[in-house]
Structure formats: structure tokens, C-alpha cells
């Protein structure tokens, strides 16, 4: 299997005035492509803080992460962002979408970031808009769709670039119970249909209970990782 | 891209953006007003001066206007008079030549400075005809005859058909005597004018003073005093060829030229504060929507915005609220102003103060390129390079802490 995420010895120290908080204390973790893993833990357990290590939005204190077989620790932030531009997709809990632009837009923006040409870009904004079910509602703008359409315009956009992962941070916390689920099982489909790595912050026994991979943290450190074969939908 | 969302974005908060506006828009369509009104202010005390004896430029021997001698004279003063006046900018010239003397009217005498005049020459480029008071100006034909100021008249107990005695200089050293025959009386409202100076035909003062065809100066009219200055330098070709030098508005008339300057920086001042006011309430409207924003901003760069391209983004917000802002502005203060200048702005009360210059109590804005866009370029100008304080702080966001803000 290919490593698309390596981590040795990560640690991350935040200063609060002159109190120092370890929110991760020594990571070891590797995520191998076309994991559909989860990242469980207590809330201050250090999940968002591992999450944003691993996509280039913070620095870790000591240690080394590698996307794809890359260093990113040393990277500048121009590189960074590159990086996030190109080999991450971010789902967070809310707040995802740029509100003045359509769901299409949202989702052709980083393609314009990246430099797509634009006959290009609505093609493949149009395609994953219609991976996540979405087709019918490209023109509309994040506030005329619901929790659920959103987070999905959220997906979308992650995949749009192709990324060597998607990092998924508490993606159903705001969401009803059915929409949680409606929304793990499209990433669970694209996991299975086009081979995406995924990687989701969570503590919804749900959202665990459907994904592959288990992996628990506590304290900022892992404290187990198993491998299990996916249990069958129950009937809604 | 990033224009289009910067549009966008500036269209989030309707209310505010239309406040913003409203304030680049009128304090730019003041600066127009204000700004066309002082130049017009100017215009006029400059031309209505000008026109009552000077002329908009003056054509002289060397070193005449330091010391004013009857002996620094132009030869052929018609030569040169016909080239000028053959130039597109020139309306008409006049010659003159000036000396002191000293009028009496029986035991009463008063000092005077006395400029002989080519009578219709000088009707085309002075006004002082307009200003007589009582009898009538020079004419063609006239031999013996003198106006004056009212108040020097007064002095000398005069009366209109009254004879003058008038001693002076010759070129030569010799005494210069004549008796004339007073014909007007002129009062311009100016003290020196009206107690120092009498005019008599440019032939009689020739004969008198022993000089001949020459005259001392030529006095040289346009439509626009703009018109001169913009032709000064063919001006002084023409005069140089004849070993003579043009002396333009601001050096004939010194002190108006300080008056305005002295207007101007007073008036730079109100400009600058009106600027900072501006650029003061727009970026702090500007700071208020990027600190409302901070959480959308670390999401912008979670998906892989650069923090330069972000500041970028914001930048072009301000420039596309500067340009719309100044547009509008440009345009409202040229069409008020345009629409007062149709019938100019008059000034009843100041009438006293201004005929000290010769002015007329209504006011013409003078609307030109200067006028509309000198102050809404500062405004927006200013506001884009203030921009840099948005710019600089969104640039050292860093992402985590910035989707931490709540
Ligand atoms: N920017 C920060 N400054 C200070 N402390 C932080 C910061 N981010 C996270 N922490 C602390 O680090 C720990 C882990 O936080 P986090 O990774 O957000 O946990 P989780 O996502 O599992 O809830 C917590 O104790 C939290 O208070
Ligand atoms: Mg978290």
C-alpha cells in the first residue's frame, strides 16, 4: 500500500499566555490511499489540532509529516498553501462556503486558483457537483441550500483538485440525524467509486460506526487504530 | 476573479457600501465645486484687474519695470504691434508711454503719473473707459484734451472743460510743459488709480516729451488671460527680436499674485482635512467588514488562497469603491457646478471687498480639467493607498487562529 500520509513524532504545543497546552504529545499515523478512516476522541482531544498539521494549516511543534512521500514541515507559507491548493481538500463543520459565490462557483474557484482553463473548470465543477447529487442546484448560492446541500457543495469542492486526501473535520456535527448519515454514505460511495482517501474528525458513533478505519485519540495521543470490515447499512 | 468576487463582496452589505459611496461622492463633488469656485474666483480677480489698465501681458524695454524711465523706449512700437496681433492668441495691443509730472490748477498741485494712449487702440484692451464717471474718454482726434481720476480732479478742484497744467521731464532733460483740457473724469474704485493718474492722446505726450515715434510699453490683450499665458513664450520670441521683454500677469501685479497664492495654501489645508476625514471613515468601514470576515478568510486559505491574494482581493474592494465613489462624484460636482455657472453665484454683500479688485459681485465657477479632477483624484488616491492598512493585516493572518475567531 502507498503511504499518502505519513507521521513521526508529531507534537504541538500552543502557548496561552504563560501556560503551555500539549494538544498533541509524539503522533505516529499513517494513512494509506483509499482509507475511509475516522479520527475519534473526546472534544479537546487534539483531533482538529492533528487535522490541520496534516493538511498544512498549522505547523507542528517537533516531527516530521509527509504528504505523499513530501516533507511539508519546512514548507513556507506560499508552499503551504500550494499545498492545500493541490493535494488537500478541507470539509469543515461550517462556515465552508464563499457566501456571494454559486455552488458551481465555489467549486470552480479553486480550479481558477489552480490555473484551470475555464471551459475546463465548469466541466469538471459540473461533474462533482453531480457525484455528491447535486445536479439541478449548481446556480444557487449557499444560503438558498440547506445544512445538507451545503456540506455537500463542501465534498465537492475537496475533490474538485483531486486532492491526495480529504480531510474532513467534524463534517455532520451541524447536521439532523438523517442528513448525517445521507452525507457519510456519499463519502463512503465516493471512497468505494473513485478511490478518494478520506480522513474525518468525529465523535458521532454513527459516522464511526460506518467508515473502515477506527482510529482513536486521546490527550493528543493515539491510543488505538484498527482496521474492520464495514458493517452493513441498517435499514433506515 | 479576484475582481469579480471583490464586487461581489462589496455588494454583501448594501447599506454600507452605499454609505461608503456616499461619502467618496460628496466630499469629491465638493472638491469640484469648491475647487471650480476658487479657480473661478481667481479668474476673475485676475482678469478684471488685468483688464483695467495692464493688459494680460506687457511687452517692455529691458529693466523698465525696475526703473520705470521715460529714456527705456520701443522704437518702432507698430512693428512689433502688428506682429503680435497677428497671432491667434492676441485680441489687440496697445501702446503707451508714462513719465511723472506734477498737475497744477492754479495754486493747488499734486504729483501724477500721466500716460500718453493711443485712445481706440487703448479701448480694446483696457476697461478703464467703462469707469468714467462724468464727461467722456479719449477719442480719435483728440489733441489737447485729458481724463483723470475723480479724486485726483478733486484735489485739483477740476471740473470737466477745466484747463490742467502739467511739468514735467523731456527725454532730453528739458522742461516738458502743456496745458490741457480736462474731457472725463473716471473713478475705478482702486485709490491709486483714481488719485494718481491721468491719460491724454500717445501724439500729445510724444510732442511733450520730446520721444518721438516711441512708446515705453505695449500692453497685450486675448480673449482669456489662459490664452496669453499659454502663448507667452511666442510672445517672448516676438519681443526678444526687438531687444524687449514680456512681463506676464503674475509679474505686473505681484501683489494680487501673493494674495492668491496666500488663498491657495489656506484653502490646501481645508482640501487635505476633507481627504483624511474621508479616507478616515472609509477604512474603518473597510476594517470593520475584513474583521467580520477573519473566519471566511481562514476558510479562503484552508482551501489553498494564498493570504497575499486574499489582501489583494480586499484591496480591489477599496479600488473598486474609490473608482465608482470618485466616477460619481466627478460627475455630481461637475453637473452642480456646471448648472451654478450658468448664471454664476453673486455676492450682494461682498461688493465693497471686491471692487477693491475691480471685481464684479457674481461669481462664474470656472469648471476645467484641473477643477473636477484635482480633488476627487486625491480623495481616491489617498483611499487606494490607504488600502495598504487592510492589505498588510490581512497578509499576517495566519489560518488556524483566523477560522479560531468567532
Ligand atoms: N490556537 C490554539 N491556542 C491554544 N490552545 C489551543 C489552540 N488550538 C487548540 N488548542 C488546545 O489544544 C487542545 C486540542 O484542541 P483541538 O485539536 O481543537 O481538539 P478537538 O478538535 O479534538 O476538540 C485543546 O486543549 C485546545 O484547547
Ligand atoms: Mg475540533
Known amino acids: ?236 | 476573479m479576484l475582481f469579480d468576487l471583490a464586487w461581489r463582496n462589496i455588494w454583501r452589505q448594501p447599506h454600507r457600501t452605499a454609505l461608503s459611496l456616499t461619502s467618496i461622492v460628496l466630499a469629491s463633488a465638493i472638491t469640484v465645486f469648491v475647487l471650480s469656485l476658487q479657480l473661478g474666483t481667481y479668474g476673475t480677480m485676475k482678469e478684471s484687474v488685468l483688464k483695467l489698465m495692464d493688459g494680460f501681458a506687457q511687452a517692455q524695454p529691458k529693466g523698465y519695470s525696475d526703473d520705470p524711465d521715460i529714456r527705456k523706449a520701443i522704437s518702432d512700437p507698430q512693428a512689433l504691434m502688428t506682429r503680435l496681433e497677428g497671432m491667434p492668441a492676441v485680441t489687440a495691443t496697445a501702446p503707451r508711454a508714462t513719465t511723472y509730472v506734477v498737475l497744477s490748477n492754479g495754486p493747488r498741485s499734486y504729483g501724477a503719473a500721466v500716460f500718453g494712449v493711443d485712445p481706440s487702440k487703448e479701448a480694446e484692451v483696457s476697461t478703464l473707459h467703462k469707469t468714467i464717471v462724468e464727461g467722456r474718454y479719449l477719442r480719435e482726434g483728440d489733441t489737447d484734451a485729458a481724463i483723470l481720476g475723480a479724486a485726483l480732479a478733486r484735489n485739483l478742484k477740476l471740473s470737466l472743460g477745466d484747463k490742467l497744467i502739467m511739468l514735467g521731464a523731456a527725454e532730453d532733460g528739458s522742461v516738458a510743459a502743456d496745458a490741457l483740457t480736462v474731457v472725463g473724469l473716471f473713478a475705478t474704485g482702486a485709490p491709486e488709480a483714481d488719485r494718481q493718474v491721468v491719460e491724454i492722446p500717445l501724439t500729445r505726450f510724444q510732442t511733450d516729451f520730446a520721444i518721438g515715434k516711441r512708446a515705453n510699453v505695449i500692453a497685450i490683450a486675448g480673449r482669456h488671460l489662459s490664452d496669453i499665458q499659454s502663448a507667452l513664450p511666442e510672445l517672448r520670441a516676438a519681443a526678444h527680436e526687438k531687444g524687449l521683454v514680456v512681463r506676464n500677469w503674475a509679474q505686473l501685479e505681484p501683489a494680487l499674485n501673493d494674495v492668491i497664492l496666500l488663498d491657495a495654501s489656506f484653502s490646501l489645508l481645508m482640501y487635505v482635512s476633507l481627504v483624511v476625514i474621508v479616507v478616515f471613515i472609509i477604512l474603518n468601514t473597510l476594517l470593520m467588514s475584513v474583521l467580520e470576515r477573519t473566519r471566511e478568510f481562514g476558510m479562503l486559505m484552508a482551501i489553498g488562497m494564498r493570504p497575499a491574494q486574499i489582501g489583494r482581493m480586499i484591496w480591489i474592494e477599496l479600488l473598486l469603491l474609490a473608482c465608482i465613489g470618485v466616477a460619481l462624484g466627478i460627475a455630481l460636482g461637475s453637473a452642480i457646478t456646471a448648472w451654478v455657472a450658468r448664471d454664476g453665484i453673486s455676492f450682494p454683500s461682498a461688493e465693497a471687498l471686491f471692487s477693491r479688485w475691480h471685481m464684479p459681485a457674481t461669481i462664474y465657477p470656472q469648471l476645467d480639467a484641473v477643477s473636477a479632477l484635482a480633488g476627487p483624484l486625491a480623495i481616491g488616491t489617498a483611499i487606494i493607498v490607504a488600502g495598504i492598512v487592510p492589505y498588510l493585516r490581512v497578509r499576517s493572518l495566519c489560518p488556524v487562529s483566523a477560522m479560531r475567531a468567532s
Open chain 1, 1 to 236: 500500500m502507498t503511504a499518502i500520509v505519513e507521521c513521526r513524532g508529531v507534537t504541538k504545543h500552543y502557548r496561552l499566555g504563560t501556560i503551555d497546552v500539549a494538544a498533541l504529545r509524539g503522533v505516529d499515523l499513517t494513512i494509506d490511499k483509499g482509507d475511509f478512516a475516522s479520527l475519534a476522541g473526546p472534544s479537546g482531544s487534539g483531533k482538529t489540532t492533528l487535522l490541520n498539521a496534516i493538511g498544512g494549516l498549522d505547523r507542528p511543534t517537533k516531527g516530521s509529516i509527509k504528504i505523499e512521500g513530501h516533507e511539508i514541515t519546512a514548507l513556507n507559507a506560499n508552499a503551504l498553501a500550494d499545498l492545500r491548493l493541490r493535494k488537500i481538500g478541507f470539509v469543515f463543520q461550517a462556515y465552508n462556503l464563499i457566501p456571494v459565490l454559486s455552488a458551481v462557483e465555489n467549486v470552480e474557484f479553486i480550479l481558477q486558483l489552480m490555473g484551470v482553463e475555464a471551459a475546463a473548470r465548469r466541466a469538471r465543477a459540473k461533474e462533482v457537483l453531480r457525484d455528491v447529487g447535486l445536479e439541478g442546484l449548481e446556480n444557487r448560492r449557499p444560503a438558498r441550500l440547506s445544512g445538507g446541500q451545503q456540506q455537500r457543495v463542501a465534498v465537492a469542492r475537496a475533490l474538485a483538485s483531486k486532492p491526495a486526501i480529504v480531510l474532513a473535520d467534524e463534517p455532520t456535527a451541524n447536521l439532523d440525524t438523517k442528513t448525517a448519515e445521507d452525507l457519510i454514505a456519499l463519502m463512503s460511495g465516493l471512497n468505494d467509486r473513485l478511490g478518494t482517501t478520506f480522513l474525518m474528525a468525529t465523535h458521532d458513533a454513527r459516522v464511526i460506526s460506518r467508515t473502515r478505519r477506527h482510529i482513536v485519540i486521546s490527550d493528543g495521543g493515539i491510543t488505538s487504530d484498527e482496521r474492520r470490515k464495514l458493517a452493513e447499512a441498517e435499514p433506515a
